[in-house]
């Protein structure tokens, strides 16, 4: 159980550095090179977590040594293991990002600090093995996001961040009342126990798991962002620094995603109905984000629409878990974990490529920029690879999570779902070309007011994340074999949750904590 | 072998800027060597008959029907070679006709990487590899269309095309998807079912998907092969350069749709369905595309409604489909293919030599252009289809290939013959009407072009002649190599110029010679009537589809607007509802499917001062409904909160109600702060609104208690709280279960929560001490 270890070092990583961080309060320098130290270590701990899953299969630790169900556990599965390397890749370049972007008065209250805890908060959710544990990460993960919404108290971010942290607390209401709920019927927390039995309590009463996994649903939608509970976003993503938007944009939501993915799979047994009902909510999420999008005319707000929408795409895949045909559900899942990783690096990126261009241009509105390819041809260069790769643009990262979606979605005959995804993918189009158009081919307007030229250091350090971000779309482009079958294998594993309860060890260290009364110490 | 070259064009394209800077105007030559080697190694390997000369298959994602697969087959192989041969010529003319320009290298760049794509995708054999390079010809178009982009509207004509051809393709990838899917279900194992060329083993036309996925595929060729009523995006692609023009809007791009037409027919075609929807696309596209020719005065947007007009005649003869209009089709889409792209070249010239392209500005240019003009006529005859050129072999083949199909093909024949009089018209518009005539006053003294600029229109001017006089070369070669791939099987080919004297050979030299009389006749009538023309035109494209597309186009952002604030809200309160609301619907229908649940023993023993806090908690949530002010409202929650702490402090869990009423202070304090920040309270709702929240949130309540009613615990053994009880003081060393739970147990949640407290602790902080301008943000 040792070498299980390194299932928590990706959470520790960063919280060791944001701890120390804080201890260095007066000195944000200090603060800076510790949350580049965290987020390297975050990457460098995922990928040997990574190896280690793909190499032994689904890795687990007891935290305490208290045996399993009664302490907390954790454990990674290939899903949890990518999830979190993509953390680290994304941790790393904000924090880069942030060190030419946040300004010395957000840096004086520790804001790489709590870059740092929101990552560790992010990690351990996509780790822990126990279902109020992840709720504890989900509020870490809150607490710290609003702080880094609201750090700097400009009007409205605070108006952003209300909303944000209101609506997101009713998500947190929901769960925290699921999982009482979970525990008074099942007497568990372990969500690999809670995996058995869940399973028994829905041969005699289907209802009652039916409508407790409702209530998971409408939590972690909340949190995903899908249709009709995703007004938190649109409201508040745009207002921060644009640093802080590339974070929550890239990781946040697919927090949720992935709770959705890891309860339908894991906690609750195969339910009726739900691949129907969760094929609607995608095809609703994938077209009205998309329409948000195409009615904005600021930057981020297109941007922070577009998250809703591929959001859908994303949910599409798990749907197809509803599916009658095995060939389907693995291929659906799949597509879903790649959509996933996908469109984090991809997301991320765009939101730091429209700093930049902000920076360079004077504005994220539309109408009072222009002429960036001229003034800035690597920026666009920059701008194109993440924005043709989110408009699912061949052979770049975004067209192939989009193939894939489509794929499994017309192998499992979901018929209008595809048709929402397909038209959803046409305006995806339009509204990354009308800021390509606009920001960049149209001549910079008279009202332009571009600042003074930032130094060249600064552009570096903000192009570096950006360009290193886009170098991966384009590899995964290229080369998407390795990619997609780790996705494949991670569906394969989600599909098979009996690796993961043997590898947590619920039956048998329950059967002996009954036996000798004895755990493990 | 054919990945590395288009991977060479590929980094020639990357190069490209850089080979520009150090060569000057050598690098369009040297360049352009790339893809005429492109073209040799094509003849060398040219397929014989039906066959495939070379293939490649590298594994790309093969759970996904991806591979990298291309073939060289007849149709692959000459559409390769004009591609690879016109795209040369055209490197070069571009040389010139950017010299001076700091954007040539970018210019050459992206020709380049166009010729990469669309050599992958004349080459592909798999689906998927076949989709990758369709849509990178859109892209490359995109930008190219779009390279004047100062201007508005070449950037709106980029956008048109890239989201008519991208709707298209979207459409296409569908029909793909479903006739791998349709070709696996047959029998076609793994990544075959997803070989184009494999598809000839089983018969995707029995499969029941088959009809939708015809449609899709069609939707996806008709946009990017410019058919009526996605034809629009041609003629506005004109913004772009003309070479841009002359390589993808004419020669090659815009026949991929009737390529893949071409590639699937003897997959998908041969059916009623195909016949009807391909055949009437086709005859359409053809008359509109030449009737709008002869209202335009700019020589690039005649040019490019003639093209609409020739791809409708080939989508046409591959819906026919027999073997006489497979060949016929071959033999226009080669000629056109020279013809078309010598003349932009040409209106480049005129354009270049004069500074207008506007032909009511033009005439009497053959003294000064004379080497245009040489062009310019070669090319013109071949598209009026005169003797002895290539495009007359093609019309008489066009018009028996009609005749021999009975009932239809007299109709057919009908409008073939009026849509190529407009072409001949619009070749005399193009060709004759700006170089003789009475001379005008272009915009600069007129001058011919450079060498540079020359070599392309005469050589694809001078092909036209050539295969003409010795159709051999193409009879014998290339033009059964590619029938036969159309057609499925081996076939033999033979292009005269003369016919003999047959009644069926006699008809068509008749039907020839009406055509080329009544195009005369009608150029002449048209150039003294120019103004009649346009103004008809504009009348009829008043119902257009271009204008359907621009205003749909135009209304889009409001309307999504609307659509999209139906739920994104400004209104904390109304997502609140949502989100409610949402946790009834999907809760709620399972709970009262569960049936009544059974009160708990206990519950009717109550006690005073447990009534006394119940009342406190609700008297504290409906004040905080009632109080018209924010604070108030918070301040109220806040008494809840404090009065379910002493709830928990009742039920001995001291620890719990610090823990509650820490966390509601700050949450007051927390809150307050954020109000200091916003704007006055808002208007208090309605009351029709306030009574909708209040049944709503009293649903909501039942929702909880039933719920918690229904959670009836006992069926699992409470092992869980046994073993914290057993092994709390053996194994843990405290006494004090709860806190042993706490730190130890389950110390990472409680981590987790002191973090939790810790941030809001600096949250509080720093709302408190740091307060940046608002001169950014997000507000628009």
Known sequence: MSSGWIVLLPLLAPLAAAAAGLLAWRAPRIQAALGIVGAGAQLAAGLGLLQQVLREGVQAVQLGSWPAPFGITFAADLLGAVMVVVTGVIGLAVTVYSLADIDPGRRAFAYFPLVQVLLAGVAGAFLTGDIFNLYVCFEVLLMASFVLLALGGERAQMAGALTYVTLNLVSSALFLAGVGLTYGITRSLNMAELHLRLGVVAESRPELVLALAGLFFVAFGIKAAVFP???????????????????????????GVYALIRVLTLVFPPLPGVGTFLLAVASLTMVFGVLGAVAMFETRRILSFHIVSQIGYMVMGLALVGSDSPAVRAAGLAAAVLYIVHHIIVKANLFLVSGIAARLGGSFQLARVGGLAAAAPWLALLFLIPAGSLAGVPPLSGFWAKLAVVRAGLAGEAWWTVAAALGAGLLTVLSMVKIWTEAFWKPAPDTATPPPPAARWRLALLAAPSLGLAALTVAIGLYPRPLYELARRAAEQLLAPSNYVAAVGVATAHDSARGDGKGGQ | MLSAMIAGLLVAAVLAPLAERRLGLWAAPVLAALPAAFAAVVLLNFPRGGGVALTEVRPWVTDLGAELAFALDGLAAVLALLVAGIGALILIYAGGYMAGKATRGRLLAYLLAFLAAMLGLVLADNVVTLFVFWEATSVVSFLLIGFDHHKGESRAAAVQALLVTGAGGLAMLAGLILAGQAASDLGLAGTEAWRISAWATVDLRQHPHYFPTLLLILAGAATKSAQWPFHFWLPGAMAAPTPVSALLHSATMVKAGVFLLARLSPHLGGTPEWGWLVTSAGVVTMLVGAGMALGQRDLKRILAYTTVSVLGTLTMLLGVGTELAVKSAVVLLVAHALYKAALFLVAGNVDHGTGTRDITALGGLARHLPWTFTAAVLAALSMAGAPPMFGFVGKELLYTSK?????????????????????????????????????????????????????????????????????????????????????????????????????????????????????????????????????????????????????????????????????????????????????????????????????????????????????????????????????????????????????????????????????ESLTVILLALLFAHLPPSPERSSRAERLGHALLAGAAGVVMALFVLVVVPGSFPPSTSEYFLAESFSAAHGRNVVNVILVDFRALDTLGEITVVALAGLGVWALLRLKLGNDRGGEP
């Open chain 2, 403 to 663: 005749l021999d199909l009975e009932a239809l093909g007299a109709k057919l024949v009908i409008a073939a013959v009026i849509a190529n009089i407009a072409l001949v018209a619009a070749a005399g518009m193009v060709a004759v009407k700006p170089f003789l005539f009475r001379r005008r006053e272009p915009p600069h003294p007129p001058h011919e072009a450079p060498a540079s600029m020359l070599l392309g229109p005469l050589l694809l001017g001078l092909a036209g002649l050539f295969v003409g006089l010795v159709p051999a070369t193409f009879d014998r070669t290339l033009g059964p190599a590619m029938a036969a791939a159309i057609l499925g099987r081996e076939v033999e080919m033979k292009l005269k110029l003369w016919h003999g004297l047959s009644v069926e050979a006699l008809t068509v030299l008749v039907l020839s010679t009406v055509t080329v009389a009544g195009g005369v006749g009608l150029f002449l009538v048209l150039r003294r009537r120019m103004a009649t023309a346009r103004r008809l035109l504009e009348h009829a494209s008043r119902v257009g589809p271009t204008r359907a597309f621009n205003a749909s186009l135009a209304a889009l952002p409001k309307a999504a607007d609307r659509l999209s604030r139906l739920v994104q809200t400004p209104s904390l309160g109304r997502s609140l509802s949502v989100i409610i609301a949402a946790t009834l619907s999907v809760a709620a229908p399972s709970l009262i499917l569960l049936g009544r649940p059974s009160l708990p023993a206990g519950l009717t023993e109550v006690q005073l001062h447990e009534v006394a806090l119940a009342v406190l908690i609700l008297a504290g949530a409906a004040m905080a409904v009632v109080f018209p002010k924010r604070l108030a409202a918070v301040v109220a929650l806040g008494l809840s909160g404090i009065g379910i702490a002493l709830l928990f402090a009742l039920f001995s869990a001291p620890d719990l109600a610090m823990t509650q009423i820490m966390v």
């Open chain 1, 229 to 255: 509970l995703y007004t938190w976003l649109p409201a508040s993503y745009h207002t921060p620094p644009v640093a802080v938007s590339a974070l929550l944009a890239g990781l946040l939501t697919k927090v």
